[in-house]
């Protein structure tokens, strides 16, 4: 690659720029790395070849330097000598080779294999490297027990899967002209390609005007920028979405054609809440021509009825319309602003707007295809999703861009893929009665019913959901009213941070990790997890390894190559190397290999595939990844660091054409039934604390029960990330922290003025924090961009002490306020609760154990200045 004149280089050094690909965070922009001639690497910037993020980096992408350079990185394999585990005892970490560290962890995996394979506790969490991801599998093991999974997505997954066959979901900013994002700061600042997405949607904003209204209950990154910011009460927005419904309903303001033809919502339902069909299983719909029922693919769509009553075979149905019009009549504005804060005629002017932007009817030509031009989308994710009834939550969004036919077509929402693997690789396919098939498991396929539970987080209770890992630590409390005939003792962790990401009291988590007889680590620095290691097994970093993949693209598609900068700076192995050394060991090489070829996609071209009895690089496997995608070679990929080229349109656009979409989510009748049956033929003594109502065909305005905790918790404490920082981990990077801890928003407990004045608290007061659940202390700012019911608590506020010297801690977790019980979980896909309520008593002074050790309040003394507000 010619050094280029676009990117500037920070020193007078020379050397060259070597095209690769970013991971600071789980996505996959192009970047350059500028290495000089002695071999260090002084810039990253992004890469203008590569049409997702056209040259454009997040704040994290540069600062990838600072994470290589980082002197606390792990150097080479280590062993604990100090005997006694705790979030305070030092490791005592002392080198071991190799060749000793694998040996060590194989035969312990094994001694744990031969006696009950369910007793490993895995979690390996990289995103971009779903081969090492899916290692457990080599051994029979679906115990999985971290956190990706349901706190952001859990039943947002899922619920992709049912309507778009896909993985995750994202507006069309090539001509979408009125975006809404509700939770999500997809397009400013996190989710999808941040870096990527927020230039798509600049663009958008630039060159054709398109509007944008956020809905948070803070002045975010996208809220501020937004047109316009709709503060919402937390947990609420399914309310929120079920209101705009009603408005359309009411109004008239939907896609009727779109409705009859590329939906099942004019399908009968029967009282049962399942299709009314005939004796060969064809469901009926009602033909408005005749006055007569006719089987669903006998009359052309626009004769079938949408609402009414009808008599089939003796029974009365409804189209799923009708159905979905009832639930609605209870949805109006006024209602649902009771419950959301949201005014009602704000929701009625949103729904307006909305629909009308939506332009229902018009078309447009593309490639040879005319297809309805709908540029309206209703976007959201981890914010607004993130809660008990996630599922219906999930679903109540789909219906505000269903009713206005926005769904995969020009600018509406769309689904995006989590690796598309091959250039002609189709995610859809047909299932019964002209319907789209469901893909909920998008992850792969679960474990099946069983009692005694088979896995430690109850998996095998969720056939439509994604590892619950908080549970986890309930069934440990109580293993034997869950039935668990089994006592996990080895946890092997690689790429993940369960003791940050999780939910629950860290004490908790911290006697469960005690309860481990042997805890493997593979990271690249030090964390909350890591101190609990029996060994460590440090990996490489992105700048010194390869890989190929990219991660749920909006709007493109193709490959990314990481390729090293440098050779690897320490005594360090890649990921893969890792589990393909153990797996030899262990003697399930061949079964790993083949775990390879499934998730990646090598049987499609049979050439590529792994073969017994070989090992594997990463490099090795990246490669066949390029080849699988265009049969191009590694030396092509290194030379342009990626293949992507913007989403081929019959991909992007209503690639289902033909089928019709889960309207009426009929699983949601079916599957409870079956679970049911299946715990009480089982006797399931927690079968009836399971909550099988929490399974709707159409969302309902069910309350979560995060708004039913008792009264003295008068705010609803929320966590939020931003666009210089992910999960916690980046604070230990000097460059983010040098950012983050500049900005009130970052190191205060954030209140809105009015309810601070009430609470008789103002800036820099400290203050105790307590839910039902769990107990945080921390530094209130007071800041106009918050709503007056919540207190918003920055995920940089939420490391506790760790062993990397350069992370503050800061009086304690957010996630201990959350709860871990099934009463917060949704029963369909494992999705936690993840607002709390909290109630704040003022303080003179931090308790004892805070005034030891520095905290970020004291890095940063802006706050305690009178006078001085949080703000963007
Ligand atoms: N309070 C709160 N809790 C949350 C969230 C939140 O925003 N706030 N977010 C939730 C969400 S959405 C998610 S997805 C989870 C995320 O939870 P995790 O997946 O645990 O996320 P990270 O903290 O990014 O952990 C990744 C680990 O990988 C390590 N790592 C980074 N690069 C490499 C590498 O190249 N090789 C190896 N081997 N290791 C590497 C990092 O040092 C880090 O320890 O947390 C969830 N929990
Ligand atoms: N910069 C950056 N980008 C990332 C990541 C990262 O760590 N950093 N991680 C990636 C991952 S794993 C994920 S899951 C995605 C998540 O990406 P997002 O969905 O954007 O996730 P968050 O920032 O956690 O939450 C979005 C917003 O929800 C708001 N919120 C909290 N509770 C509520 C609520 O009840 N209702 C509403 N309406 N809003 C609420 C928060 O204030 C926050 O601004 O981002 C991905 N991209
Ligand atoms: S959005 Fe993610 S992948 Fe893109 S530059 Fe930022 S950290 Fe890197
Ligand atoms: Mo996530």
Redesign the pocket.
């Known amino acids: 690659m010619a050094t280029g004149a676009r990117y500037v280089q920070n020193s007078l050094k020379g050397g060259k720029w070597i095209p690769s690909t970013c991971k600071m965070?789980?996505?996959t922009c192009g970047t350059l790395m500028h290495v000089t001639d002695d071999g260090v690497v002084n810039k990253i910037e992004g890469n203008p070849t590569n049409p997702s993020n056209n040259g454009k980096l997040?704040p994290?992408g540069n600062s990838a330097i600072m994470r290589h350079y980082d002197p606390k990185r792990f150097k080479q394999p280590m062993k604990r000598t100090n005997p006694k585990k705790g979030p305070n005892e030092d490791p005592m970490w002392e080198p071991i080779s190799w060749d000793e560290a694998l040996d060590w962890v194989a035969d312990e995996l094994n001694k744990t294999i031969a006696d009950d394979p369910r007793k490993i506790l895995p979690s390996l969490e990289d995103f971009q490297k779903m081969n090492v991801w899916n290692w457990p599998l080599a051994f029979g093991n679906q115990n999985s027990f971290q956190s990706?999974g349901t706190m952001?997505?859990g039943a947002y997954h899922p619920v992709n899967g049912y309507i778009h066959a896909a993985f995750a979901v994202t507006n069309d900013a090539n001509y979408c002209k009125y975006w809404i994002n509700?939770?999500?700061?997809?397009g400013f600042?996190?989710?999808l390609h941040?870096a990527a997405q927020s230039n798509w949607v600049a663009d958008a904003r630039v060159k054709r005007g398109m509007r944008c209204v956020t809905?948070?209950?803070?002045l975010?990154i996208?809220a501020a920028k937004s047109e316009e910011w709709i503060p919402?009460r937390?947990?609420t927005?399914r309310h929120f979405a079920l209101g705009l419904c009603h408005v359309m309903v009411k109004e008239g303001r939907c896609d009727y054609e779109f409705l009859r033809k590329d939906t099942n919502a004019p399908y009968l339902v029967a009282p049962d809440g399942t299709f009314k069909r005939n004796a060969d299983g064809k469901i009926y719909v009602w033909d408005t021509q005749t006055g007569s029922p006719a089987l669903w693919d006998e009359i052309d769509h626009t004769r079938m009825a949408l609402e009414g009553t009808y008599t089939v075979e003796g029974t009365e149905c409804k189209p799923a319309f009708q159905k979905f019009m009832d639930i609605l009549e209870d949805c109006t504005p006024e209602k649902m602003s009771e419950v959301t804060t949201v005014p009602a005629d704000t929701i009625v002017r949103i729904a307006r707007e909305f629909s009308d932007a939506a332009e229902i009817g018009a078309t447009i030509d593309i490639d040879g295809r005319t297809l309805p031009f709908r540029p309206a989308g209703y976007n959201y994710?981890?914010?607004?999703q993130?809660?008990k009834h996630g599922f219906q939550t999930n679903h109540a969004f789909k219906m505000v861009n269903m009713l206005v036919g926005s769904i995969d077509t020009p600018g509406g929402l769309m689904g995006a893929t989590l690796d598309d693997q091959w250039v002609d690789n189709n995610r859809v396919s047909a299932g019964e009665n002209g319907m789209m098939e469901p893909k909920p498991h998008q992850l792969g396929p679960l474990p099946p019913f069983a009692y005694p539970p088979t896995t430690f987080h109850l998996l095998n209770y969720f056939p439509v959901g994604l590892h619950p890992p908080h549970l986890n630590l309930l069934v440990h409390e109580n293993p034997e009213y869950f039935g668990v005939d089994f006592k996990p003792d080895v946890m092997f962790i690689l790429h993940s941070n369960p003791l940050w990401a999780m939910q629950g009291p860290r004490d908790k988590w911290f006697e469960f990790m005690e309860s481990m007889r042997f805890i493997v680590v593979s990271d690249i620095i030090p964390t909350e997890t890591t101190r609990w290691a029996d060994v460590i097994l440090p990996s490489h970093d992105a700048l010194e390894s390869w890989n190929m993949t990219m991660i749920e693209p909006p709007h493109t598609e193709g490959m990314c190559l990481r390729q090293p900068a440098t050779d690897p700076l320490y005594d360090t192995k890649s990921e893969e190397d890792i589990v393909t050394e153990l797996s030899e060991r262990m003697g399930i090489l061949d079964q790993y290999n083949e775990i390879v070829n499934i998730v990646s996609g090598f049987h499609h071209k049979p050439e590529l595939a792994l073969q017994p009895g070989k090992k594997y690089s990463d490099k090795e496997i990246a490669e066949r990844k390029g080849l699988l995608w265009n049969d191009q070679p590694l030396e092509w990929y290194q030379e342009r660091g990626h293949a992507v080229t913007p989403r081929r349109p019959d991909k992007w656009y209503r690639p289902w054409d033909g089928l019709r979409l889960h309207f009426y989510i009929e699983d949601m009748v079916t599957i409870p039934r079956d679970l049911k049956q299946k715990m009480e033929e089982a006797d399931v003594p927690f079968r009836h604390e399971w909550h099988f109502d929490d399974y709707q065909p159409l969302p309902t305005a069910v309350l979560d029960p995060v708004h039913e905790e008792p009264p003295e918790y008068d705010l609803y404490g929320?966590?939020?990330?931003?666009?210089q920082?992910?999960?916690g981990e980046s604070l230990s990077n000097p460059w983010i922290k040098d950012i983050v801890y500049r900005d009130p928003v970052h190191i205060a407990l954030i209140l809105n003025p009015k309810t601070a004045e009430k609470q008789g608290l103002e800036s820099g007061d400290i203050v105790q924090v307590d839910s039902p659940y769990g107990r945080i202390y921390g530094r209130i700012g007071v800041t106009e961009g918050m709503h007056p019911d919540a207190l918003?608590v920055s995920n940089s506020l939420s490391r506790i002490k760790v062993t990397h010297g350069g992370v503050p801690h800061a009086g304690g977790h957010f996630n201990d306020l959350l709860p871990y019980d099934l009463r917060n979980t949704d029963a369909v896909t494992g999705q936690p609760e993840?607002?709390c309520k909290v109630k704040l008593t003022k303080l003179d002074d931090w308790p004892e154990p805070l005034k030891q050790g520095k905290t970020v309040y004291e890095l940063v003394d802006e706050l305690k200045r009178p006078g001085k507000t949080g703000s963007h």
């Open positions: 965070c789980l996505h997040c994290k990706g952001c997505g509700d939770g999500t700061g997809d600042s996190s989710h941040a809905i948070e209950p803070r975010s996208s919402i937390p947990a927005d994710y981890r914010g607004a993130g809660h929320m966590f939020f990330k931003d666009i920082i992910n999960f918003g993840t607002v």
